[in-house]
């Protein structure tokens, strides 16, 4: 007799998905402090992810075009450009910056029982400023959850300065009456003594009552109103040793000029 040998059945096979690795951090503005907890999600695919304690996060995705979302409750969110992940690479998003939600600082600026107008108000960090209306009032936005100082100058007056304050999100925080009186301006350049380049960030305090501090612009130049007085200035930047100057005087209604500081 004949016999007959079964045919195997083939093992079935799968190509294996080609994938790589999407990785970045969420930030939050203004100051980049990293956001732990923050939701990551792929647009394309609904894929999410939480950001851990450095604000970073990770995913394995096959090889394509994709967007990420970044979001946590009440702050605004924060989408990236289109990224293209390939095969057994791993592309590094650009950091995602969420934006906390906003308040609102008021207040009033007056040199005796007179308004202020034209009043510049800054608000540090950040450097976002108003400038007070006839009435002597001022309105600025500033982003909640972080801690400000708000300095008010007016040529021809000490600048004012209120230090630690902030605005809880969708509210209002008055900060009263801000009064100024006369005062002088104080400026001058800081520069490197081996270079001469400025040197710009450097802290500059005003020793005379009440204390008072400026910061370098890009050309190294600061510029800020004080109570008349004769008194010296401390300089202070990072990789610097701290620098104390002579006295200078300064007039009300007078700008004094420093010789450039080394």
Do not use: C, H
Request: a neutral charge; glycine letters at 12%.
């Amino acid at each position: 007799t004949a016999s007959s040998t079964a045919t195997p059945t083939p093992t079935p096979t799968t190509t294996p998905t080609s994938t790589g690795t999407l990785s970045g951090v969420v930030l939050s503005l203004p100051n980049g402090a990293v956001v732990p907890g923050a939701t990551v999600t792929v647009n394309e695919t609904g894929a999410t992810a939480t950001t851990n304690i450095a604000g970073a996060f990770n995913f394995a995705l096959p090889t394509g075009n994709y967007t990420l979302t970044a979001s946590r409750p009440s702050e605004q969110s924060a989408t990236s450009a289109l990224l293209t992940v390939t095969t057994g690479q791993r592309t590094i998003a650009a950091p995602l910056f969420l934006t906390p939600p906003t308040g609102t600082f008021t207040g009033l600026v007056v040199t005796g029982s007179n308004p202020v107008a034209g009043a510049v108000v800054t608000l540090t960090p950040g450097g976002i400023s108003t400038t007070t209306l006839a009435d002597g009032t001022f309105q600025l936005a500033a982003q909640s959850l972080v801690t400000y100082a708000v300095v008010v100058s007016k040529t021809g007056f000490a600048d004012k300065k209120v230090s630690s304050v902030g605005v809880s999100p969708g509210q209002t925080t008055n900060l009263g009456t801000l009064s100024l009186v006369p005062g002088g301006t104080i400026t001058g350049v800081v520069r490197n003594s081996l270079t001469s380049a400025p040197v710009a960030g450097a802290t500059i305090q005003w020793n005379g009552f009440p204390i008072s501090y400026s910061v370098t612009d890009a050309t190294g130049r600061f510029t800020f109103g004080v109570t008349p007085t004769t008194a010296g200035l401390g300089v202070m930047a990072t990789g610097f040793t701290v620098t104390w100057t002579p006295a200078y005087a300064v007039t009300a209604g007078q700008t004094t000029t420093t010789p450039d500081i080394l």
